[in-house]
């Protein structure tokens, strides 16, 4: 069964762009989940998707958006990047009938 | 403010010894407490998850002591190995249709040969 799968693994933006991230999740897994991961702040929660629907959201500003699709798949949306946005960006999919979460590797997103 | 508070924030174990991360949390709204493990270039993995109403869960060389009085749980590793060296997060999760993760800051753990 394959695992959770982010990509890009990598990416470079200057600051003002925006960026989308994309998640597949493991097969049959309906939850999605996205967390920052910085050194200072260590893993925060963006939000969450279930069903196409933003069930949770996290103390993010506006600039930080998501989407699901019917497939379950899941993108992330930063507009006017910031260099403090410059993060490790984590998927986690989970079934909806338990707590667990598993991730993705990630995506490194570095703003200059 | 920090909801789950790990410490120490470093460790260093010999080949074959025990490893001990503690965390405490403050939110009694909390009902799932999961440890992951992450290698540098990777994402998170779930290593083992206790609910509150379990004071102890062992899995292999991991143990999860839970002190629900206290607010308290902490990662046991015995017979650490060198391959165990990463950094452990322990983190909490309210009950319901809320996935979100509270994280603790993490413990970078080396095991020295």
């Known amino acids: 069964k394959a695992g959770v799968t982010q990509t890009p693994r990598y990416l470079i933006k200057t600051r003002g762009q925006q960026v989308t991230l994309s998640c597949s999740p493991i097969?049959?897994?309906?939850?999605v989940s996205w967390y920052q991961q910085t050194p200072g702040q260590g893993l925060q929660f963006l939000f969450e998707y279930f069903s196409e629907t933003q069930r949770n959201k996290g103390n993010f500003p506006g600039r930080f958006s998501g989407r699901q699709f019917s497939n379950s798949r899941s993108e992330m949306n930063v507009s006017t990047l910031e260099l403090g946005d410059s993060a490790l960006y984590l998927c986690?999919?989970?079934?909806?009938?338990?707590?667990?979460?598993?991730f993705g590797q990630g995506t490194r997103l570095t703003v200059v | 403010q920090q909801q789950v508070k790990q410490s120490p924030q470093s460790l260093i174990v010999q080949k074959g010894g025990i490893s001990i991360i503690n965390c405490a949390y403050e939110n009694t709204a909390f009902d799932y407490f999961p440890w992951y493990q992450q290698f540098p270039g990777k994402g998170p993995a779930l290593l083992i998850a206790?609910?509150?109403d379990v004071s102890e869960k062992k899995e292999g060389r991991f143990t999860i002591s839970f002190n629900k009085s206290a607010k308290q749980f902490s990662l046991h590793i015995m017979d650490s190995q060198p391959g165990d060296s990463a950094t452990y997060f322990c983190a909490a999760m309210r009950a319901g249709n809320n996935r979100k993760l509270i994280w603790g800051l993490g413990t970078s753990l080396a095991v020295n040969p």
């Open positions: 097969s049959g897994h309906r939850s």
């Open positions: 986690a999919s989970s079934l909806d009938e338990g707590p667990e979460a598993f």
């Open positions: 206790i609910r509150p």
